[in-house]
């Protein structure tokens, strides 16, 4: 069965944008792209109706598997508190305490605003069990919404314990049992979570095991995590807010994106990453939503987008681009966030004439269909 997708008046394929265009969709897969007055006879056709099409959102950075809410730690910030990571701690007691079915309903239900608002890959992390069982059991629930899966038991080291028994711990009996839930290890290298060396002897347990790295790096100080995502290949260094020029030179020769979550800066009134800075340096950058109950509570891509044109110096194309096809590049995927023959067909059609819109009509819906895998979901 094939379906010509057509009338697009303006299509971003991930790195350029091309008028009256039309696509071609077989199964799972894109087979034709190219201008509307060349395209080829399909079984159906769908035209929409001379709107944008854009490839489908790529958030590479998200924590969608944990219980309750931080509302109170959200209003005193906004009262004055500055932000730390000890409130890590408050959803790791409310999220040992659900029960499993309330925890992936939980998740299930934020996968489905990201859907809405045009998500078509989201990676998911533990992080919030911080327990062999708990962390366990929140990759199993992740592994039933994604394939983009991050064990993160280096979160932060959970209250009373000691911290290298628990590094022990992380990278021995935990790592054992989250492993073959998880596609990806992942710490959190910073103040009061851990060091560089504990982040790199965890790192280095996970890649004996299988997985591959990612950090989240340099986003509360200037510290080590960043050079040690370049030094581990590691796919992505997520945060990047606080950058040495010894960094940004780092991350430009390295295959190591920088994933920029701009959602935090915005609920926790910090300063935001300076995306100018590494874009023109030559770093590859991606935005995702980080999506968790206390630093970033949104799920919201378009959002993310916006604030990245408004508050970190991209344009328009760049904060689609990195919300797509950056995106892709964080999960070392060449599948998805782009519109070409041989990618999957997850496509977004938005309700205006321009990816521009994005950051020009903050915060309206104007995602008006989505397409995953060839099949309509919105």
Known sequence: MSTLIDGIGMLFDGHVEHLDA?????????????????????????????RCVIPGFVDSHAHLVFAGDRTFEFNARMSGQSYTAGGIRTTVEAT??????????????????????????VEIKSGYGLTVEDERRSLEIATSLTDETTYLGAHVVPAGADADE???????????????????????CERGAFDGDQTREILQAGIKAGLLPRVHANQLTEG?????????????????????DADVDALASSNTVATLLPGAEFSTRSPYPDARRLIDAGVTVAIATDCNPGSSFTSSMPFCVALAVREMGMTPMEAVRAATY??????RRDDIGLVRAGARADLV??????????????????????????????
Request: negative net charge; charged residues 25%; aromatic residues 6%.
């Open 22 to 50: 039309a696509v071609v969709v077989e199964g799972e897969r894109i087979a034709w792209v190219g201008p509307s007055s060349e395209a080829p006879a399909c079984d159906e056709r769908h035209d929409v109706g001379r």
């Open 349 to 378: 059609v938005l309700d205006a004439p321009s990816f521009v819109h994005l950051a020009y009509r903050p915060g309206v819906p104007l995602v008006r269909q989505v397409w995953r895998a060839g099949e309509r979901v919105r």
């Open 96 to 121: 040992r305490s659900a029960g499993e079915a309330e925890l992936a309903t939980r998740a299930a239900s934020l996968v489905e605003e990201m859907t809405a608002q045009g998500t078509t890959t």
């Open 224 to 244: 080590p995590g960043v050079r040690i995502a370049v030094e581990l290949d590691a796919a992505s260094a997520d945060h990047c807010t606080h950058l040495t």
């Open 326 to 331: 950056g995106g892709a590049r964080a999960l």
């Open 166 to 188: 628990y590094v022990r711990t992380v990278t021995g009996e935990m790592l054992r049992a989250c492993a073959p839930y998880a596609k990806w290890v992942d710490v959190f």
